[in-house]
Structures are given as C-alpha cells and as structure tokens.
C-alpha cells in the first residue's frame, strides 16, 4: 500500500512568486492535514479536510495561503505571494475513520520549501 | 499552552532499553496519549497511543501512570535506526489535530 506521497520534495522561489504544494493521501483515507515546521520552530497544524470540505483551517497563518481537496482525493496548498518567513518544510498527513475509533496519522515525507 | 513536558534529550545504548519519560498533569479523561517520532529528514511516524492501560505493538510499550499524569515510552532494544525526535502529544478523543511540542531528542550511541 502506497503511503502519503508529496510533491515536490523540494522548492527554492523567490519571494513574491507563487508556489503550489500537493499532496496525495493514502487511498481511502477521508481526513487530510496539513501541518509545517518553519524555521527553529516545533511542528504546527495548519488545517483538516474531511474528504472535500475543510473541517478546520484555524492554523493557517494568513490569506496567503489557500489549501484545496477538490473531490476528496489529493490536496493543493498554494503560497501566493510566498514571503521569506513561509520557509520550512510541510507535511502533509492523512488518516481513516473506522466507526468510532479513528486511526493514527500518517505522514508524507514533506516538502522543504526554501523562500530567498 | 503546552499539554506535555518532555526532557529535550537523552542519550541511549545500543541494545539497551530506551525510557522516554513525559509529564502531562493536567490530562482530561477524555485525552488520549500519543507518541510520534521523527527520524531526521522524514515525516513524523506514528508510535504508539493508550488512554489508561498499558499498551504494546511491534515498535514500543507504553506504560501510563494510574493517575495518568505521566507516562513512559519504552524501546526494548533501541538501534542506531530509533536515533529521533519523540513527540508525546496529548489528544481529546474527538479531536483530530496533533500538537507537537518540541520532544525529546534521542541518540542511540554503538
């Protein structure tokens, strides 16, 4: 079974420009996170789609940011403009509900995104 | 608004138990335990979880205190490949979000 795949693994831009993370769950897997580590800083949530609709985007950090999931399958996270502080690395995450008991999360290898 | 307090490191023996001690007095009895570790330039990988028994799987045993204000994470026979972050993430069982506070850094030494 295929784990959480992200792409890219790495991006170098400049600021102002644009740049569009993706990621693709586990398959069948309707809960998808996305959380970043910036610099020297711990790991932090940033939002929850449960299958095409966002449960909760309370830890994106400014309009700046704009997460999709059109149709429940991958997910985009778009920087537009992207600013030097939008530097660290992104993981995205994925898990499953079985009834009522919820599986552990599994995480993508990330994406390093490198802001200059 | 941290949940846990964890030692930033500890150093460990290869083939030796590791014990990852995390404090988290003021767990609610509805907050799971969690465990996740991150190997250098991966993704965070789940461990182990438990709400008040011991648990054990194929990677760690996880030993909660009977007032479940700290618990221990143990690594029987720790490898230079355990060598990681380990996050003890507390978590409402309705709640999906993780909260990684800063870990415990271990080095497994030959």
């Known amino acids: 079974e295929a784990g959480v795949t992200q792409f890219p693994s790495h991006s170098v831009i400049e600021k102002g420009q644009t740049v569009t993370l993706r990621c693709d769950p586990i398959?069948?897997?309707?809960?998808l996170y996305w959380y970043r580590r910036v610099m020297g800083k711990e790991i932090k949530f940033l939002l929850h789609?449960?299958?095409?609709?966002?449960?909760?985007e309370s830890g994106m950090p400014n309009n700046r940011f704009l997460a999709e999931r059109t149709g429940g399958t991958y997910s985009t996270l778009k920087v537009q403009p992207a600013e030097l502080e939008d530097s660290g690395v992104y993981f995205c995450?994925?898990?499953?509900?079985?009834?009522?008991?919820?599986?552990?999360?599994?995480f993508g290898q990330g994406t390093r995104l490198t802001v200059v | 608004d941290a949940k846990t307090t964890q030692p930033p490191s500890m150093d460990c023996a290869e083939g030796r138990a590791a014990n990852l001690p995390c404090n988290h007095s003021?767990?609610?009895?509805?907050?799971?335990v969690y465990w996740y570790r991150q190997i250098h330039s991966q993704g965070p990988q789940y461990i182990i979880h438990?709400?008040?028994n011991n648990e054990t799987n194929e990677m760690a045993s996880l030993i909660i205190t009977e007032d479940r204000k700290s618990s221990t994470l143990i690594l029987p026979h720790a490898t230079l490949r355990d060598t990681a972050v380990y996050y003890c993430?507390?978590?409402?069982?309705?709640?999906?979000?993780?909260?990684f506070g800063a870990g415990t850094t271990v080095t497994v030494r030959a």
């Open positions: 995450a994925s898990s499953q509900e079985r009834g009522l008991r919820r599986t552990e999360a599994f």
């Open positions: 398959s069948g897997h309707d809960n």
């Open positions: 789609f449960v299958k095409e609709s966002k449960q909760d």
């Open positions: 003021t767990i609610s009895g509805n907050e799971y």
């Open positions: 438990g709400l008040k």
């Open positions: 993430i507390v978590r409402a069982s309705n709640d999906y979000k993780l909260s």
